[in-house]
């Protein structure tokens, strides 16, 4: 069974453009849910999705957002890119919500500059 | 809003040695706490989870106890190898909120 892909895994941006990212789930799961992560900062929650509704989202502001497809495939835009907004941002499918084990993909390294 | 802090940040041991890492959540409406440990360059990997319904369980050289009173459980790892050497990173979870919070991580290193 194919794990979580996420694309791209590398990229370089610089301030004020926006970004999206895609993370393919593991077949069958329909639960995802994106972090960042950063030095010093661990796993920080971005949002959850469940067959297509935001179930829940973290404290990042409004350029921070996302969105999941009937096949479950999720992506997440950034707009109006800051430069502390770099930082390496996972992905991670589950079969149920909020109460199973998390599959994360190998994550997007974004940097802003 | 809810928090989970993880300590110590860094954890050096010497190979055969134990290894504690402590999280406290705030949440009291958490009931799932799931250990990540994360290789250097690597995915996080769940290793062991441990629901509010029970107070301690072991997997070979790794347990998890909680103390849902107090808010806090811990991650004990014995006999420690040079291939433990991870971050390693908490999480409390209210299952009816669809949110996983983790903690900050811990760096651990196993000194040959």
């Known amino acids: 069974k194919a794990g979580v892909t996420q694309t791209p895994r590398y990229l370089i941006k610089t301030r004020g453009q926006q970004v999206t990212l895609s993370c393919s789930p593991i077949?069958?799961?329909?639960?995802v849910s994106w972090y960042q992560q950063t030095p010093g900062q661990g796993l920080q929650f971005l949002f959850e999705y469940f067959s297509e509704t935001q179930r829940n989202k973290g404290n990042f502001p409004g350029r921070f957002s996302g969105r999941q497809f009937s096949n479950s495939r999720s992506e997440m835009n950034v707009s109006t890119l800051e430069l502390g907004d770099s930082a390496l941002y996972l992905c991670?499918?589950?079969?149920?919500?909020?109460?199973?084990?998390?599959?994360f993909g190998e994550g997007s390294r974004l940097t802003v500059l | 809003g809810e928090n989970v802090e993880q300590h110590p940040s860094t954890l050096s041991v010497q190979e055969g040695d134990s290894a504690v890492i402590k999280c406290t959540y705030s949440d009291s409406a958490s009931n799932y706490f799931p250990w990540y440990k994360q290789e250097l360059g690597k995915r996080p990997q769940l290793i062991i989870d441990i629901r509010s319904n029970v107070g301690e369980k072991k997997d070979q050289r790794i347990a998890v106890t909680l103390n849902k009173t107090a808010k806090h459980f811990s991650l004990h790892i014995t006999e420690t190898q040079p291939e433990d050497s991870a971050v390693y990173f908490c999480a409390a979870i209210n299952t009816g909120g669809f949110k996983t919070i983790f903690g900050a991580g811990t760096r651990l290193f196993v000194k040959a």
């Open positions: 077949s069958g799961h329909r639960s």
């Open positions: 991670a499918s589950s079969l149920a919500q909020g109460a199973g084990e998390l599959f």
